[in-house]
């Protein structure tokens, strides 16, 4: 009987470590760029879920519900028949040019995270012309095969990527 009740005293005792040690750290990733055009001209281009053709990775952006909270998209990159990214919009607030959304689904070839959700928004510049900040939060897909580092720059460059798009397309702001 004391050897069953230690036993158990010391299953309960390492599970927090058990369940931890299959939760790898979240990760979190916030880009910023400072364009030449007003809010509302930049949030005309970005502002549609179902519309990420400013993105150059993007080749084609197919779903359904439009800016509704739980509408879906799917992105195809690169070309026709490229890999795809199932998104879902989990918020969206036009007045506060500001939209959520998470991925639902992706090969980790094509992107390296899970449990992804993103921010996008559009705010005004105090010296004019706005700022767009696209943040994320994910963990690493694979703790096994990749490291933090590995997602973190996978992420980064999907950003930094869609940022410079936008800054060639709306110019940045003079000094």
């Given amino acids: 009987m004391k050897r069953r009740l230690f036993l ?3 299953v309960v005792a390492a599970l927090p470590s058990l369940v931890l040690a299959e939760d790898p750290t979240k990760l979190n990733v ?3 760029t400072a364009l030449a055009a007003a809010p509302a001209e930049v949030w005309s281009v970005i502002g549609d879920f179902q519309d990420m053709s ?3 990775a993007i080749h084609a952006t197919t779903g359904s519900g439009g800016n509704e909270v739980a509408a879906t998209r799917q992105l ?3 070309a026709k028949g490229g890999p795809t990214i199932d998104e879902v919009l989990d918020t969206y607030d036009a007045e506060s040019m500001s939209y ?4 639902t689904d992706v090969k980790m070839e094509v992107l390296p995270v899970a449990d992804y959700a993103s921010q996008l928004t559009v705010t005004p510049r105090d010296e004019g012309g706005s700022i767009v900040e696209w943040r994320g939060t994910f963990h690493r897909g694979n703790p096994d095969a990749l490291n933090d580092a590995a997602a973190i720059g996978a992420i980064e460059g999907v950003y930094q ?3 410079d798009a936008l800054t060639a397309r709306f110019g940045a702001p003079e000094s």
Wanted: charged share 5%.
């Fill in 54 to 56: 400013w993105h150059p």
């Fill in 100 to 103: 959520g959304y998470r991925i």
């Fill in 8 to 10: 158990m005293a010391t």
């Fill in 76 to 78: 195809v990159l690169g």
């Fill in 30 to 32: 916030a880009l910023t």
């Fill in 161 to 163: 990527a869609g940022l």
